[in-house]
């Protein structure tokens, strides 16, 4: 998917992801993951390929599987041998403010058009916004006016901005999650 | 201020539990709590800065680098495998791979073809991994 995701709760990513991400919970990104994304949350764990500055308010892992390129802001950061990282990394105080702040200001940006159908899938009343297109990809042009579906099967244009009750679900299928089928997606490297 | 064990390479030093020396054959100066050395120094087997042990400088080695606990070092690093347990305050440079402890504090550019952070450890600065043929990078 392409665009920002904002998420109150977890999340977790097992599909192609780029713009901007923030959950006020934790976010873990799958091996076959592939995110392009600034990427703010309390724990992330990075298990598969992201690209993007990252804000962890507690702890940030870069598993042994994981590649980070971005600059860092952590809490506390844990990278295990064999992970690749590339990028500044900042520890120690200061950004808690910040991060707190910033999911709060991103709701209320009304979401273009997405999310018609009160469907399951959108489900997460707290899901503050998806929006798709709206700034960041120069191609994210339509987001995918198909519905989202609550099934796995069915590719959920937005599947990543899936989130139980505060659980996130990502998507099963690694690549079924983030795929918008109207949009070729371009899936960077 | 000073301190050298350097040791001929078929007699590793046991004194801090390591064998290293043992297997590869490479010297060894080990820096304990009441040594310093300051200044630049150039050498072919390892190095290791613990018990408090005080290091300021620019220290470039071909063996294996360690700081061990509660030993603060101000120094310009460059070794081959780079263990931290203590805190380093400078730049420094792992050919293979860099290894930070629980206890660790490092500030300072990091450049290391592994690397390997443990939960607790704390790091600021740039780093960038990768092989050292590029090591002049960006």
């Given at each position: 998917m392409i665009g920002q995701v904002y998420i109150e709760g977890d999340l977790r990513v097992a599909g192609v992801v780029e713009g901007e991400v923030e959950v006020t919970g934790n976010v873990e990104i799958d091996d076959v993951a592939k995110v392009k994304a600034s990427v703010s949350g309390g724990d992330v764990s990075v298990r598969g390929h992201l690209t993007g500055p990252v804000v962890a308010r507690k702890r940030l892992i870069v598993a042994r599987s994981g590649a980070l390129i971005g600059d860092v802001r952590a809490a506390r950061l844990v990278i295990q041998d064999g992970a690749t990282f590339s990028g500044k990394i900042s520890m120690g105080g200061s950004f808690e403010a910040p991060a707190p702040a910033k999911p709060a200001e991103?709701?209320?940006?009304?979401?273009?058009?997405?999310?018609?159908?009160?469907?399951p899938m959108a489900?997460?009343?707290?899901?503050a916004a998806v929006k798709?297109?709206?700034?960041?990809?120069?191609?994210?042009?339509?987001?995918?006016?198909a519905p989202v579906k609550p099934?796995?099967?069915?590719?959920?244009?937005?599947?990543?901005?899936r989130a139980d009750g505060g659980k996130v679900i990502g998507k099963a299928g690694g690549k079924a999650k983030a795929a918008p089928p109207p949009k070729g997606k371009p899936k960077r490297r | 201020m000073d301190t050298q064990e350097?040791?001929?390479?078929?007699?590793?030093?046991e004194t801090d539990g390591q064998t290293e020396s043992k297997r590869d054959g490479l010297k060894r100066i080990t820096l304990g709590p009441n040594d310093s050395l300051e200044g630049k120094l150039t050498y072919g087997g390892h190095m290791t800065v613990e018990g408090g042990g005080r290091a300021e400088g620019e220290f470039r080695v071909g063996g294996n680098i360690e700081i061990g606990n509660g030993t603060v070092v101000k120094a310009l690093l460059e070794g081959s495998n780079v263990t931290i347990k203590g805190e380093l305050e400078g730049r420094l440079t792992a050919r293979d791979k860099l290894y930070l402890g629980k206890s660790a504090k490092l500030s300072g550019d990091v450049q290391a073809r592994r690397l390997q952070i443990e939960d607790g450890a704390s790091l600021n600065g740039y780093v960038r991994m990768g092989d050292f043929e590029h090591q002049a990078g960006s």
């Open positions: 991103t709701p209320p940006v009304a979401l273009p058009e997405p999310e018609p159908e009160p469907q489900v997460m009343p707290e899901v798709p297109a709206s700034e960041p990809k120069p191609q994210a042009a339509v987001p995918a006016p099934t796995p099967a069915a590719a959920a244009p937005m599947a990543a901005a | 350097a040791v001929a390479e078929s007699t590793p030093v």
